[in-house]
C-alpha cells in the first residue's frame, strides 16, 4: 500500500484559486487509481474527482464540473486537485485517496484503501 501525504489547503476568498497535492510513497504508484472527496462538518464524505491509473478517464461531482481538474504525475508519484472559481460551498477537508484495483473510475469512499491525512480548504464570501 501506498502511504498519502496532503498539501497545499488554505483559507481564499470567493472566486480565488487553490491547488490540493498528495505525494505517494511506498509502492508503484502508476498502479494506482485516485480520486479525491470532501467532508464538511455535519455531512458525509463525499465524492470530488478520480482519476484511473492510466490518467486516460476522470469524473467529477456535478458540483464542481468544470471548476476542478485532477491531474496525476507518475514521475512524481503525485496527484493534483486545482480548484477555480471556489464556491463558500466548497469548504470542507479534502481527501486524496488510492487503490490499487483494476484501472477505472471508482466514485464511493469504500472502494479506496489508503486515504491521505486531509486537507482544509475554507472559502469565504
Known amino acids: 500500500q501506498v502511504q498519502l501525504t496532503e498539501s497545499g489547503g488554505g483559507s481564499v476568498q470567493a472566486g480565488d484559486s487553490l491547488q490540493l497535492s498528495c505525494v505517494a510513497s511506498g509502492d508503484n504508484f502508476s498502479m494506482y487509481n485516485t480520486g479525491w472527496f470532501r467532508q464538511a462538518p455535519g455531512k458525509e464524505r463525499e465524492f470530488v474527482a478520480a482519476?484511473?491509473?492510466?490518467?486516460?478517464?476522470?469524473r467529477y461531482h456535478d458540483s464542481v464540473q468544470g471548476r476542478f481538474t485532477i491531474s496525476r504525475d507518475n514521475t512524481q508519484t503525485a496527484v493534483h486537485l486545482q480548484m477555480n472559481s471556489l464556491k463558500p460551498e466548497d469548504t470542507a477537508v479534502y481527501f486524496c485517496a488510492t487503490n490499487r484495483g483494476i484501472n477505472g473510475i471508482y466514485s464511493v469512499a469504500r472502494a479506496y484503501n489508503s486515504w491521505g491525512q486531509g486537507a482544509q480548504v475554507t472559502v469565504s464570501s
Open positions: 482519476m484511473s491509473r492510466s490518467g486516460v478517464q476522470t
